[in-house]
């Protein structure tokens, strides 16, 4: 999960004292959202799989990232939501796995660039008084056998089609170390304002 919207616990329900699991697959598509959603409650409950339905347009989902060409692709993705009460209170939590059969992708976090430019802040979101002044960004780096940026994928988090182009422009400039073979990186960078 990048962003999770987390539901309304429905009141008739809350009153009733009732709970459920509501189990929330889908396509993730490379944009983070997820398409052909299949919603289904145990015990089953309408009201339950509504208030899911309501927030799933607001999630994103990190797609596949294949390896070394760091690319985002559809894959499968699975959300469980759990309405509980917990010392009369409602709780809603929530949890992921990944697809079956998936194989976590040889993507390196510890590789640091030894030439780097630093990504511009968007002048839209820093006019703004609405928008966080500090925000996660999360890119995932092709690199060539040179040390050269071949690709960039960004993630698609907060704000994310807005820094786009701003990372893609400063990340094509960075240089790593040459290695033996392309590999695939991920960069996360905490953009804010000074």
């Avoid at 299949?38 to 015990?43: H, L």
């Avoid at 209170?89 to 949890?95: E, L, Q, R």
């Avoid at 701003?166 to 400039?173: E, H, V």
């Amino acid at each position: 999960m990048l962003i999770l919207v987390s539901p309304t616990y429905p009141t008739d329900e809350l009153a009733k004292g009732h709970g459920a699991t509501v189990d929330v697959s889908g396509t993730i598509g490379t944009d983070g959202l997820l398409k052909n959603v299949r919603i289904e409650a145990s015990p089953a409950g309408e009201a339950f799989e509504a208030a899911v339905m309501d927030v799933v347009p607001l999630w994103r989902l990190q797609p596949r990232i294949a390896s070394p060409g760091c690319g985002a692709a559809d894959t499968e993705g699975h959300v469980t939501i759990w309405f509980e009460i917990a010392d009369g209170k409602p709780k809603v939590s929530y949890g992921t796995r990944p697809p079956a059969g998936a194989v976590a992708p040889g993507i390196f976090t510890d590789r640091k660039p030894v030439h780097m430019v630093a990504p511009l802040y968007p002048k839209k979101l820093a006019a703004d008084p609405k928008t966080p002044k500090a925000i996660l960004q999360v890119a995932y780096v092709a690199v060539g056998d040179d040390g050269s940026v071949t690709g960039v994928t960004v993630a698609p988090m907060l704000y994310y089609r807005e820094f786009e182009p701003l990372l893609w422009a400063a990340i094509r400039q960075w240089k790593y170390a040459p290695q033996d073979r392309p590999w695939c990186g991920e960069v996360r960078l905490q953009m804010g304002l000074d």
